[in-house]
């Protein structure tokens, strides 16, 4: 009985089945409760609002913890129907999820609430985390699957660029600071003072509260300014392209299970539910994945194979 109650509550938290009306509402139900906790906790910080609806906000709060605690306890228990946890014993099963970044993003959702529970001092600034609850609508998002599979395999390369850009702020910091701190010892009178001006500057938002006046200081500035567009430019190329690369990894991998479909018949048991559960995994848009199926269709059928049983294609005659 209890097997059965958990691979149903599986199906509908994990949404194996998107067709399923209960996952949806549970999906919805989630995506406002949290949405909703985000705007209570901006609200919050209002000091107005906060007096006059203080201990209403308090209420929710409590509420929306006990049901993001259900939810965190109950997709802990459910873990072990996950496909990639057969082999393994509960324990493992349900430790190794605990350690995915989904997980921890859950977890992190409720332990501010519990640490203002156990210690009797004024936390009151630990409310302010629950707006990384925010982070928590990465499991409705399939897109969010692409940027974190864009950002892992290009890690090194971004690593590399941010490392750069370290040393040319500690390298800017350094000539601004031998430039500039005889006349403006207040605003460059050390390395570490002069870094602000060096962020400021790199990032090309350029706040003008601290600007050398020397002639040298002004040329050295519009160098660091023009090597701050170049480095910003730099991660966003990278993304770029790697954003081009793992959206055609999508479109063969989609391909590929159209293919293994059609083998099967696209006619036979749950093949549509199959690869739409794919097409959303893998981020692809309706259109997108259409055109494909398309595409392989009329491949097979010009092979003289039925793309919907798989079977032979009559002679023409």
């Known amino acids: 009985m209890s097997q059965t109650v958990r691979a149903r509550l599986h199906r509908i938290l994990e949404g194996e ?7 949806r509402i549970v999906d919805v139900l989630l ?3 949290i949405s909703t906790n985000v705007i209570a906790a901006i609200l919050e910080t209002v000091d107005v609002i906060y007096d006059r609806l203080g201990i209403y906000l308090e209420w929710f709060d409590a509420l929306s913890i006990f049901v993001f605690s259900v939810e965190y306890l109950a997709r802990v228990w459910v873990s072990i129907e996950e496909p990639n946890a057969q082999g393994l014993s509960r324990i493992s099963a349900r430790f190794r999820y605990m350690l995915t970044p989904l997980a921890l993003i859950d977890l992190i959702a409720i332990v501010p609430a ?4 156990l210690f009797s001092a ?23 699957n692409l ?5 892992r395999d290009e890690a090194q390369v971004i690593g590399a660029a941010l490392f750069i850009l370290c040393v040319i702020m500690v390298l800017a910091s350094g000539g601004i600071y031998i430039v500039e701190h005889r006349v403006q010892p207040d605003d460059f009178g050390s390395v570490p003072a002069a870094m602000w001006w060096t962020v400021a500057t790199l990032t ?3 706040y003008g509260d601290v600007v050398p006046v020397t002639t040298l200081g002004k040329v050295f500035g519009g160098l660091i300014s023009l090597i701050g567009i170049g480095m910003v430019a730099f991660p966003a190329g990278i993304l770029s392209a790697g954003f081009a690369e793992q959206i055609r990894r999508s479109r063969k991998l989609y391909r590929e299970h159209v293919d293994e479909a059609m083998a099967e018949g696209l006619d036979t048991g749950d093949t549509a539910a199959e690869l739409e559960e794919v097409r959303t995994e893998l981020g692809l848009s309706e259109d997108a994945a259409s055109d494909i199926v398309r595409t392989q269709v009329a491949g097979k059928e010009a092979d003289g194979y039925c793309p919907h049983c798989g079977g032979l294609l009559p002679p023409e005659s």
């Open 122 to 144: 004024d936390l009151r600034w630990l409310r302010l985390f629950r707006l990384l609850r925010l982070f928590k609508l990465t499991r409705y998002w399939s897109g969010l």
């Open 31 to 33: 995506i406002l409760l």
């Open 114 to 117: 519990f640490l203002g529970l």
């Open 147 to 151: 940027l974190y599979r864009v950002i």
């Open 17 to 23: 089945h998107p067709e399923s009306s209960a996952g």
């Open 204 to 206: 090309t938002v350029g």
